[in-house]
């Protein structure tokens, strides 16, 4: 897999590039609808990445954020975010924002890259073979006592209010310390994987929200499902990852 894997770390510093050089320039918002906000700087980075994987693999199908799906009916598929993070990286209110790509084999993530350029951070992960950042090997944290963990959170585009039960109970006296919410699900992902965060959640991302971030936690010990316990493939749209011993208590409080 080593051909995919420089490949798409050569994309994504590009396209990371691509978003520091334009950082801070941004002139105009196109909302789509009122949690749905996209830049020209999200639409050029695609074409980027788009273009690069047409020319290097072109039976492959594309699966982007940004533009039409491309379904070659080929076994393998590029599911790409050229920039997760759009309303930190339009008002510069954090550097949690990264482009994200990742190789699927049927419904099941093989590579997976998150790059976050202001933070200088470099994830990567391949199927049996860790999960990197920045050359640095991930583990997820081994904390288990639910009432000490840091949970993310991030709310979607759509059907935003369905979390409110869940944060309810993350809040409870039998709850985690703190849920926090940095509206970049990949880049919270990693933290996850890299041990920073001990836990995510979400019910309602999209494909490429996730792709990348579920391979990094499950190549570094993390288990991910759905918020209802199934093993998470491509096209679900919840997530829920810990280790697996947080994990499972997490499951115990939602249920209860």
Known sequence: MTNYKDFTIKVAREAGKF?????????????RNRTDLKTEIDKRNDKLIRDAIRKEFPDHNIYSE?????????????????????????????????INIALVKGRVPILGVTHAPKRNELYVSEENRGA??????????????????VIGVDYGKFQR???????????SKNGVTY??????????LALVASGKLHGYLSLNLEPWDMAAGVLHNREAGGKVTTI?????????????????????????????
Not at 73 to 86: A, H, I
Not at 163 to 170: G, M
Not at 245 to 256: G, I, M, N, W, Y
Request: glycine share 6%; hydrophobic share 35%; aromatic share 10%.
């Open 66 to 98: 940004e533009g039409d799906d491309a379904n070659t009916n080929s076994e393998f598929s590029w599911v790409v975010d050229p920039l997760d993070g759009t309303i930190p990286y339009t008002f510069g209110i954090s550097d949690h924002f990264s």
């Open 179 to 188: 849920p926090v919410s940095y509206g970049c699900a990949s880049l919270s």
């Open 161 to 171: 209010t369905e979390i409110l039960d869940f944060h309810e109970k993350l809040l």
């Open 132 to 149: 990197f950042c920045n050359d640095s090997r991930l583990q997820v944290s081994s904390v288990d006592n639910i009432n000490h963990a």
């Open 19 to 31: 978003l520091m050089d334009n950082y801070g320039r941004i002139q105009s918002l196109d909302y």
């Open 228 to 256: 209802s316990g199934n093993e998470w493939e491509l096209g679900d749209n919840s997530v829920l990852v810990a280790n697996p011993a947080l994990h499972e208590k997490l499951l115990e409080l939602f249920r209860s």
